[in-house]
């Protein structure tokens, strides 16, 4: 799901592009490639990495590979020596954590170095600031040899165009089997990295399955209730069972992402759906109010915390301490609750939820996006971008090689102990690690967590679930400048008003009206938009 904190900075982020690429020399713009010519783009073959065999094995469709152990004996990732020698290289990028120790007081970050054969020299920006920052940056025209490049980003086109490589001769087809690690990357995520008829950067690997409804597993079972509820009724009938209000316990916290919860059991579009050239809004199907209906009846059985509709940022904290015991949240938390929470709160177990449909039988799962944002390269001489290629190739060694250990859990006595073959981060570790080389590329996820492998199983299983009725947004990889201009500020302004209709501060009949001035001021802009730009692949 979005980060809403930053939503407000990625707007105001995208103004300053337009300026940036004027003082860059491109005058009001370039002149661009016609956008037909993205049809004709040969993405890079998929290539899977099969150096490690598991009981958990993952899918083409999506489903994540499983580990609950790290491999004894680690395939070595580079057995040619450091892949990327030579100049050092700069990487502006972003960071949710605090910034980690710099280079020279940092062991792990000196040994990442050493592996790949040059230095990383990393820009590291708190994610609020980091459209300012990038606007400063573009303007500026002193720019990194690779940057991040975040979906909210506007004038992406005219600005890939102008200031950063066309990497299709060095990654279409079988040209990236030249770089193995980066072949292992699904082809959903290159998907987000195609505009003026080329491959203009690297994705950032997500899950497919990338959120889920957790819930505490130890509560529901506390209380003898049904975890795998078959219809709203029964989800409804798990919220009351969970809910203490004498003891300030909640079934859930986030009514916004309860709401995505039932319109997954209604199967709503997950953001845009197409059909015959012509796209959907989520928000204004013809399931909405029902939907808006249902979250009035869990606002009249008072199962959602009674700050639930007045705070943000507060959701995390409340399932991990039990106030809650359903969350709706990212995948990657899974793990992050166990590290967090676990030890102080005995039997501390969790699961997920798959939308059941809402009178019954199958619901459906929204897909998270393939790839966090794209990796952009600095125009240069062939031979220098086959050198960052290659460093960006190292940063994507999989699960089972040595370099991915390194990369994920540092040096050994330092960063990480080890419990019979995985590493357990120590305390430096956990600082020292944070530097965000995923936010640079990354390897396709992986299930694991080395503390507690028997939550891995659980995780596999789920994945199973929900890639079983997985529904993708079908405006991935296609771009509405609307949409990344306007589109968040307005959905913010429809996520206000749903609050308001879900506690009865306004009527669901007035939801049409809503949604029709969506329309007026942007919605059906953004619609032709995705349907140009869609037209401009099919």
């Known amino acids: 799901m979005g980060h809403a904190l930053t939503r407000r900075n990625l707007l105001r982020g995208g103004l300053g592009i337009t300026a940036g690429l004027a003082l860059a020399g491109c005058g009001d713009g370039p002149e661009l490639p016609p956008a037909s010519l993205n049809a004709d783009v040969r993405l890079p073959d998929f290539v899977p990495y099969q150096g490690v065999e598991t009981a958990y094995p993952g899918t083409e469709a999506g489903v994540l590979e499983g580990h609950p152990h790290y491999p004894e004996r680690p395939a070595v990732a580079f057995p040619d020596g450091p892949p990327a020698a030579g100049p050092g290289i700069s990487i502006m990028t972003l960071i949710f954590n605090p910034v980690p120790p710099p280079v020279g007081r940092n062991t792990y970050w000196r040994a990442l170095n050493d592996q790949i054969g040059t230095d990383l020299s990393f820009e590291i920006v708190p994610v609020g600031d980091y459209p300012t920052k990038l606007s400063v940056v573009v303007a500026g025209g002193d720019l990194p040899d ?12 005219a600005m890939f165009h102008a200031l950063f490589e066309d990497l299709s001769e060095h990654l279409s087809g079988s040209a990236v089997r030249d770089y193995p690690f980066l072949a292992n990357l699904p082809t959903q995520g290159w998907r987000t990295t195609v505009y003026n008829g080329g491959i203009y950067g690297l994705p950032m690997p997500r899950a497919a399955a990338g959120s889920a409804m957790l819930f505490r597993a130890d509560r529901v079972a506390e209380r003898s209730l049904n975890p795998r509820p078959a219809s709203f009724d029964e989800f409804k009938e798990l919220c009351v069972g969970l809910t203490d209000r004498g003891a300030n316990q909640y079934a859930v916290g986030d009514p916004l992402t309860t709401f995505y919860f039932v319109l997954e059991m209604l199967g709503a579009p997950n953001k845009w759906r197409q059909s015959g050239g012509r796209f959907e809004y989520w928000l204004e199907s013809e399931v909405v109010e029902e939907a808006l209906e249902a979250m009035r009846q869990l606002v009249a059985e008072e199962v959602i915390h009674p700050d639930g509709f007045n705070v943000v940022g507060r959701f995390k904290d409340w399932f991990g301490s039990g106030q809650i015991a359903v969350n709706y949240d990212g995948v990657a938390g899974w793990n992050d609750y166990y590290r967090n929470y676990a030890s102080g709160h005995e039997g501390f177990a969790l699961d997920a939820m798959v939308a059941p449909g809402f009178d019954g039988g199958p619901g459906t799962h929204w897909a998270g996006p393939a790839s966090f944002g794209t990796l952009v390269l600095k125009k240069a001489p062939k031979e ?91 405006a991935e990889g296609l771009y509405s400048d609307t949409d990344v201009t306007l589109g968040t500020q307005l959905e913010i302004r429809l996520f206000d008003d749903l609050r308001a209709i879900m506690r009865g501060r306004e009527p669901v009949s007035s939801w049409s009206s809503r949604i029709a001035d969506w329309r007026r001021e942007a919605g059906d802009t953004i619609r032709a938009e995705y349907q140009e730009s869609w037209e401009n692949f099919a």
Not at 146 to 157: G, H, N, V
Not at 457 to 468: F, G, I, K, L
């Open 384 to 474: 220098r971008i086959r050198q960052l290629l290659r460093a960006c190739d190292a940063l994507a060694a999989p699960f089972g090689t040595d370099a991915y250990l390194l990369r994920k859990y540092g040096v050994p006595d330092v960063n990480h102990e080890m419990r019979g073959s995985d590493p357990i981060l120590t305390e430096t570790g956990r600082v020292e690690t944070t530097l965000p080389t995923l936010f640079v590329t990354d390897a396709p996820q992986t299930l694991y967590l080395p503390e507690w492998p028997d939550v891995v199983p659980v995780q596999h299983d789920y994945h199973h679930r929900a890639v079983d009725v997985l529904v993708r947004n079908d």
């Open 146 to 157: 690779a940057m991040a490049i975040l979906p909210q980003t506007a004038q992406r086109p």
